[in-house]
Nanobody, 114 residues
Framework: QVQLVESGGGLVQAGGSLRLSCAASGLTFGTYVMDWYRQAPGKERELVASISRGGSPYYSDSAKGRFTISRDNAKQTVFLQMNSLKPEDTAVYYC????????WGQGTQVTVSS
């Protein structure tokens, strides 16, 4: 059974930092592209960052220069380091595994206060 479990969310003041983790199990992690998405209240889910099987990152415009995605294939975990957080970063953050199949985690809430 495949599981993606996000952690690391919470409440932080504007300008602060958080590090999200997504631990995967039940899949061959190294064969999957890993994505971080977010969904704010009343808005569509949007891609924040992605990392290829080889470790090449992609960032949305909103994430560039502030967020860093990384992966540890040995630990089957993908990370999202978020710095200089803004109130508009408030959302539920989800990780997604893309490969032979697609899997989603349950999400972790990030709230940035002004």
């Amino acid at each position: 059974q495949v599981q993606l479990v996000e952690s690391g969310g919470g409440l932080v003041q504007a300008g602060g930092s958080l590090r999200l983790s997504c631990a995967a199990s039940g899949l061959t992690f190294g064969t999957y592209v890993m994505d971080w998405y977010r969904q704010a209240p009343g808005k569509e889910r949007e891609l924040v960052a992605s990392i290829s099987r080889g470790g090449s990152p992609y960032y949305s415009d909103s994430a560039k220069g502030r967020f860093t995605i990384s992966r540890d294939n040995a630990k089957q975990t993908v990370f999202l380091q978020m710095n200089s957080l803004k109130p508009e970063d408030t959302a539920v953050y989800y990780c997604k595994a893309r490969g032979q199949y697609t899997y989603w985690g349950q999400g972790t809430q990030v709230t940035v206060s002004s």
